[in-house]
């Protein structure tokens, strides 16, 4: 699969997304909660070997969570992307996040430290099997997602994160070369 049929595929899933999430109330009049972008290690061996090399450039959307969510915590929906910059494995991603506030008001008012958790899934441009050497099988275009983040809302517009997130397919295809990746992140809220 291609990154470009990758695209295609996460602009389907992002048109399905807003078509089927219920208009917004008039009370809560937006839809894009955040936007983050950041930089990540790329596959970094925590859970599987290392073998792709290069950075990510990551970028990720988080929408205002839907009425309908609150009875599972209120997760955020989110689609993002990490873009390989040696040419490796590139996905699109999609799922639920959970945030968590650990302290609030550490040096001001509005500043918090918040952990993250996230699952979805992800659509990759990686090799399925018969990868070349440097390259890993990850067994499916199409790859379950989790992260975890640790976050410090600095302003109550800006953050800045530290991320860790993997793909895999839990060993559901005969090759399950996983990718992990770590990294830093900032954060835009709305």
């Known amino acids: 699969m291609s990154f470009a049929s990758a695209e295609r595929h996460l602009a389907l899933l992002t048109a399905a997304f807003l078509f089927l999430c219920p208009s917004p109330a008039s009370a809560q009049s937006?839809?894009?909660d955040e936007l983050k972008f950041g930089v990540?290690?790329?596959?970094?061996?925590?859970?599987?070997?290392?073998?792709?090399?290069g950075a990510d450039i990551n970028g990720e959307v988080l929408f205002v969570s839907p009425d309908f969510l609150a009875v599972i915590?209120?997760?955020?929906?989110h689609?993002?992307?990490e873009i390989n910059t040696?040419?490796?494995t590139d996905n699109a991603y999609f799922g639920l996040t959970w945030g968590l506030p650990i302290v609030k008001s550490i040096f001001g008012q509005s500043d918090?430290?918040?952990i993250y958790g996230s699952l979805g899934g992800s659509v990759n441009d990686g090799h399925t099997d018969n990868a070349p050497h440097g390259r890993k099988n990850l067994g499916s275009p199409v790859l379950f997602r989790e992260s975890v983040e640790l976050g410090y809302q600095v302003t109550p517009v800006n953050s800045v994160s530290i991320l860790l997130d993997h793909i895999s397919n839990a060993n559901l295809a005969g090759h399950n070369g996983g990718i992990t990746n770590v990294g830093?992140?900032?954060g835009i809220k709305f």
């Open 40 to 53: 990540l290690a790329h596959d970094i061996g925590l859970f599987d070997r290392h073998e792709e090399s």
């Open 86 to 88: 040696d040419g490796n």
């Open 30 to 32: 937006k839809i894009v």
């Open 79 to 81: 689609l993002g992307a």
């Open 112 to 114: 918090q430290l918040t």
């Open 73 to 77: 915590g209120a997760p955020r929906p």
């Open 184 to 186: 830093a992140r900032f």
